[in-house]
């Protein structure tokens, strides 16, 4: 077994690290050839990060929310060559989104009521990309959750500021 440096018809497709191929038969009903033994590897370690992600509600909400954002932003995207939008900073718990929309009030709504709306600056996707840049020192979950404090603290006021003034 082993020997394989390709993938055979109807053989486990899983690559060894010394580069050669399972050649088990593969099992049953698969999605894609492969053999019981690694099928079961790659179950446990989905499990395994499934259940670590599970145990804390608020990231399961946070990549939820960053799904829907993606199907949202897309759409959003075709928009944008319309007109510019807004890039808001939205606190929910203790992580910061900053995330760009066209239609805000619609946007907000996909949130908990427990989410504070701390800052808004108007701007487009360009805009957003570079925030995401300039904080991502405090990056903590998927693209957009940013850990609030430091300079996005102080950023956040200097939006404030300039809108209060
Ligand atoms: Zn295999």
Redesign the pocket.
């Known amino acids: 077994m082993y020997k394989a440096t390709s993938p055979q018809a109807g ?4 690559q060894r690290k010394n580069g050669e ?4 038969p ?1 099992a049953d009903d698969m999605p894609f050839p ?6 079961s590897r790659l179950f446990a370690r989905m499990n395994e990060l499934l259940s670590e992600f599970d145990s804390d509600p608020l990231r399961r909400l946070m990549a939820g929310l960053d799904d829907m954002d993606s199907r949202r932003e897309r759409a959003d995207k075709r928009a944008a060559k319309r007109g510019p939008g807004v890039i808001y900073y939205v606190l929910v718990g203790n992580l910061l989104k900053i995330g760009y929309s066209q239609s805000l009030q619609a946007r907000l709504r996909t949130y908990p009521p427990s989410r504070k709306l701390l800052a808004t600056e108007p701007g487009t996707f360009a805009l957003e990309s570079q925030r995401h840049a300039q904080f991502a020192h405090l990056l903590d979950s998927g693209r957009e959750w940013f850990r609030f404090e430091g300079d996005l603290v102080e950023h956040v006021k200097t939006i404030r500021d300039h809108v209060a003034a």
Do not use: E, K
């Open positions: 053989t486990c497709t899983v191929f399972c050649d088990t593969s492969i053999c019981g033994r690694h099928a």
